[in-house]
C-alpha cells in the first residue's frame, strides 16, 4: 500500500517507481534486510520538532540522526517527534512507516548528504510491507524544495 498522498505528490512531480513487496519490517533497516537491499539505498524519514516547528529528516537507513549536528545547522534544538504527532501528520500511512517525501505531507524536508547523489533509492511508501524504488533523477525530482547537510552517524 503507497499513500495516497505519496502517490498525488510523485504523480504531480512526474515520477516513475517501482513497488518491492517484502515480509513484514517495523524499520527500514529490516526491510532493506528483508529485501536484500544494502541499507545506504534505502532512505529512512524521522520526524522531528526543530523549535515548534516540525520537519522531516531523511537519512539512509544505516545510520542514524546526530541531532547535535542539525540543531547547529538549523541554529535550534531539535528533537525526535512522539509517534501521536507522527500518526497526526501521516494519517494515511501505518503508524512508523512515514515516506521520506516531506512535501507530500506540507513539511520541510532535510536530506543528509549521503542521499544527495544516489543513483537509485528505495523507501517506505506508508505500510511495513512495501519499499518503494525510484531512480535518482526522480529521487531529486521529489526532493527539490529539500535543504541538506551531513547530519549522519
Known amino acids: 500500500m503507497i ?4 502517490r498525488s505528490y510523485m504523480d504531480r512531480c512526474g515520477v516513475e517507481f517501482d513497488l518491492a513487496p517484502h515480509a ?3 524499520q527500514p533497516s529490516k526491510a532493506a534486510e528483508a529485501s536484500h537491499i544494502p541499507g545506504r539505498k534505502v532512505a529512512k524519514g524521522v520526524l522531528v520538532r526543530a523549535g515548534e516547528e516540525y520537519m522531516l529528516a531523511v537519512v539512509p537507513s544505516s545510520k542514524l540522526i546526530a541531532f547535535g549536528d542539525l540543531g547547529r545547522w538549523l541554529g535550534r534544538d531539535v528533537t525526535l ?10 494519517a494515511d500511512c501505518e503508524l512508523g512507516a512515514m515516506p521520506p517525501i516531506g512535501a507530500a505531507f506540507g513539511l520541510q524536508t532535510l536530506l543528509d548528504d549521503d542521499l544527495l547523489d544516489a543513483e537509485e533509492v528505495y523507501f517506505e511508501g506508508g505500510d511495513h510491507r512495501t519499499l518503494v524504488h525510484v531512480q535518482g533523477g526522480d529521487w531529486r525530482r521529489l526532493l527539490h524544495e529539500a ?7
Do not use: P, V
Request: some cysteine; aromatic content about 16%; proline content about 0%.
Open 3 to 6: 499513500s495516497q498522498r505519496l
Open 147 to 153: 535543504s541538506h547537510c551531513a547530519f549522519s552517524a
Open 81 to 90: 517527534a512522539d509517534e501521536q504527532e507522527s500518526a497526526t501528520l501521516f
Open 24 to 26: 513484514f519490517a517495523f
